[in-house]
């Protein structure tokens, strides 16, 4: 090799150190951000809906890609839904706030009801479990719901949709099960949504 251009190619790879330290680092609440990290990958969901009064059973499948953003602050997932027939677009951004020590999930959808709303909901990690809960109104009545994940491995989970009166008793209107099929579209390294519709 030329003398003249080894100094060159060392100088340009030790500057180029820092950057590339800095684009793998983790933020100051790096250890508890890990905690989302095995949303990571394509994965696909299916399901169904628990029959009900006037409504039989019907299925659902979920199409999800999630990657870490450039500063690893957050878990972003985009999904390709199809709800008992009717097709769904959303985003959503999982993150960890060390302030209030809680995580949380936002969701964005394209087009139906939830549209131009964008939707927050804590959520809590307890080991393999991940619990997505919020509250809200049907006919006039407060109706707290959740989405309980359950990750038997890095590649497969058992998710749980279900309603409750009281926070006590609860019951599932909705259940299925994920398998990782892949790492995240465009990515060759390997690195959860909601039914709000």
């Known amino acids: 090799m030329n003398g003249r251009l080894l100094p060159g190619l060392l100088l340009l790879l030790i500057s180029a150190l820092p950057a590339a330290a800095l684009a793998g680092s983790w933020p100051g609440d790096g250890a508890k951000l890990r905690e989302l990290a095995v949303s990571s990958g394509r994965w696909v969901y299916h399901g169904q809906f628990r029959p009900r009064a006037g409504a039989s059973a019907s299925a659902w499948t979920w199409h999800e890609d999630c990657r870490w953003s450039a500063n690893r602050a957050f878990m972003v997932c985009s999904f390709s839904n199809t709800w008992a027939g009717r097709h769904v677009n959303s985003v959503v951004v999982d993150t960890y706030d060390r ?4 995580f ?21 990690i307890h080991g393999p479990t991940r619990i997505e809960s919020w509250i809200s109104r049907r006919n006039g009545k407060v109706v707290r719901e959740r989405i309980v994940y359950d990750f038997a491995s890095s590649s497969r989970v058992t998710v749980r949709f279900q309603q409750s009166r009281d926070g006590k008793h609860w019951k599932t209107t909705a259940s299925g099960v994920g398998e990782k099929t892949g790492t995240p579209a465009g990515n060759t390294s390997a690195s959860a949504g909601g039914l709000r519709e």
Do not use: L
């Open 99 to 102: 302030h209030d020590r809680t």
């Open 104 to 124: 949380w999930h936002y969701e964005v959808f394209n087009s139906g009801r939830s549209a131009g709303k964008t939707f927050a909901a804590r959520m809590q």
